[in-house]
């Protein structure tokens, strides 16, 4: 998007959506056991659980689909995800970066302090 700067023409603005994507894709890849690639228009993210799975929640639940760690995620960490399942793609989980860079950093922050809480 661009627009009017006096005196200088068109100025190109920061394309806030992709660095949000970006902040995403990094910070969901340095999380031990998701990994996530990079996705082409659109405003969110399908990442890879798998490494979550057969992990034991603090509470001594078992996680045994993309489902359970989204419940997981959202009923020990207050962070909204949408299970990969849900749209034929098992066992990875939806996140959207369509939000503030402060509010991106924050849920991704508690997806890697929730996945650093399980265990083996």
């Known amino acids: 998007m661009c627009h009017a700067s006096p005196g200088l023409g068109a ?3 920061p394309d ?17 056991c998701i990994t996530c690639t990079k996705p082409e228009d659109a405003f969110y993210a399908f990442a890879n659980c798998s490494g979550v799975l057969g ?16 419940a997981y995620l959202l009923n020990h960490y ?3 995800v949408e299970p990969g399942s849900a749209f034929g793609l098992f ?6 970066y369509a939000t503030s860079s402060d509010e991106l950093t924050k849920a991704l922050e508690r997806i ?6 399980l265990k083996d």
């Open 78 to 80: 207050d962070v909204a």
């Open 11 to 13: 100025v190109e603005e």
């Open 55 to 70: 992990k034991v929640t603090p509470s001594g639940g078992v996680l045994q689909s993309d489902a359970d760690f989204c």
């Open 91 to 96: 066992p990875r989980f939806r996140v959207s």
């Open 16 to 32: 806030i959506d992709n660095q949000r994507r970006d902040i995403a894709i990094e910070q969901l890849n340095a999380i031990n």
């Open 112 to 117: 890697a302090q929730a996945v650093n809480c």
